[in-house]
Nanobody, 127 residues
Framework: QVQLVESGGGLVQAGDSLRLSCETL????????MGWFRQAPRKERELVAA????????YYADSVKGRFTISRDNAKNTVYLQMNSLKPEDTAVYYC????????????????????WGQGTQVTVSS
């Protein structure tokens, strides 16, 4: 039984920063690889960033490399997405997701590779 709760979204101007948080309401957070997806209206859901259980490996979509940073605090059962230099193209609903298995790898670019999902938090970036 796992529940993921995102927070930290909002309306910002281009160039601003936001930090998204995703708390896992359970006792097995450290067992999961975690990812952040986003979905804009009439767009497909895409993987933005992912982090392994041990924090030793991270993945970033090309569109956010150098601007976004994923991190996790297992003691707080929380994964973060620090978003800097935001662009209007980053506007979307952002979802955190948990992946129970690291096989074949700790991340998947396909949503079906994840087992649990948060409710989403809206990020809107104005130009």
């Amino acid at each position: 039984q796992v529940q993921l709760v995102e927070s930290g979204g909002g309306l910002v101007q281009a160039g601003d920063s936001l930090r998204l948080s995703c708390e896992t309401l359970g006792r097995t957070f450290s067992n999961y690889a975690m990812g952040w997806f986003r979905q804009a209206p009439r767009k497909e859901r895409e993987l933005v960033a992912a982090i392994s259980r041990s924090r030793g490996s991270t993945y970033y979509a090309d569109s956010v490399k150098g601007r976004f940073t994923i991190s996790r605090d297992n003691a707080k059962n929380t994964v973060y997405l620090q978003m800097n230099s935001l662009k209007p193209e980053d506007t979307a609903v952002y979802y955190c997701a948990a992946k129970l298995t690291s096989s074949p790898t700790y991340y998947s670019t396909v949503g079906s590779g994840y087992n649990y999902w948060g409710q989403g938090t809206q990020v809107t970036v104005s130009s």
